[in-house]
């Protein structure tokens, strides 16, 4: 059993050896997300753009005593707004992540997947837990919980890709992919069985990179090696995996849900496949897996970094 926060808490601290991300923070204009980025800001994860309502976001700080002094506020009349203008500041360079504020997730995410102003790449966009199980060695991430409802197969592949690029960002150097279902044998009667066994060929053959796939796995023999073994699970996953891909968003949201509230889980949330990271965060989140889906996001940029590096190195 380890600590609670431990894992999260050793994010926050690998990300202070890091340069603060300039961030564009969308619409704060509640005690929750202003204070948010500002503590984010103060632990150097993060360099915060303030966007919004300049007047509303200073009342804000002025009522709940946070200190906002130095940190740059790019006037917007209304939330629409600053979510168009938070994307501008992506797109013109000035900003390398988006954090979400006291706005509602679909505004935030209509502009960014806006045709000819957004911030679509070749990826679909998706989004990952980055799990903190106390009774667990590792971190577990589990996808897609909240964007894509019902992933087709070419989604899940991008789902995965997007997956393994961030666990190698929070040092997996080979993360083991476990595709869930109900069993871990193919029936053609369950669509998620045939799909995963189409996702481990893909792999097989190139299509997916930088892991290593198994399923379909049942949750018990994907995170526990006893209950494999028992089921005389030959598999380099089976009982070890990093990611846990899942179904459809039902199933991932009450997987979630079930590993927050049954097992003392923490999920701090980062959107992926866009053209920086984005950092979704609930009013029920707790100071720590707010600052976690910060660092989370910020070791994506410095992983992103790194690699522009290396293409420009040759």
Do not use: W
């Not at 009342?59 to 740059?72: K, L, V």
């Not at 890709?161 to 997996?172: C, E, M, S, T, Y």
């Not at 029936?187 to 069985?193: A, D, G, L, M």
């Amino acid at each position: 059993m380890h600590r609670k926060h431990q894992k999260y808490e050793e994010l926050i601290a690998h990300c202070k050896a890091l340069s603060p991300v300039p961030t564009a923070v969308v619409h704060p204009c509640d005690e929750t997300s202003l204070k948010g980025a500002v503590e984010a800001a103060e632990l150097g994860i993060l360099k915060p753009i303030l966007v919004g309502p300049r007047a509303r976001i200073e009342a804000t700080a002025t009522q709940f005593q946070i200190d906002i002094t130095g940190y740059e506020i790019v006037d917007a009349p209304h939330s629409h707004a600053a979510a168009d203008l938070a994307v501008q500041l992506v797109r013109e360079g000035k900003a390398e992540m988006l954090m979400k504020g006291s706005l509602h997730t679909d505004e935030l995410m209509g502009a960014v997947v806006r045709t000819g102003t957004g911030l679509r790449t070749e990826r679909r966009i998706s989004h990952a837990f980055i799990m903190d199980v106390p009774a667990l060695d590792r971190p577990i991430i589990v996808t897609d919980a909240a964007i894509n409802i019902f992933p087709t197969l070419d989604d899940k592949q991008h789902i995965i890709q997007n997956a393994i690029d961030l666990a190698q960002a929070l040092g997996f150097k080979q993360p083991k992919v476990g595709i869930l279902s109900a069993v871990e044998t193919i029936n053609p009667k369950i669509q998620s069985t045939v799909e995963a066994a189409a996702l481990c060929k893909m792999a097989d053959r190139g299509q997916i990179t930088g892991g290593i796939l198994d399923g379909p796995l049942a949750l018990d023999n994907a995170i526990n090696l006893t209950a494999a073994q028992i089921k005389h699970i030959n598999s380099p996953v089976a009982g070890y995996a990093d990611i846990l891909v899942v179904p459809d968003l039902e199933a991932g949201n009450m997987l979630a849900k079930s590993l927050t509230f049954l097992a003392d889980a923490d999920a701090a949330g980062v959107v992926l496949g866009a053209k920086v990271p984005i950092i979704l965060t609930s009013r029920a989140d707790s100071v720590t897996t707010r600052l976690a889906s910060c660092a989370v996001a910020a070791l994506v940029v410095q992983a992103r970094r790194e690699e522009a590096k290396r293409a420009i190195a040759g």
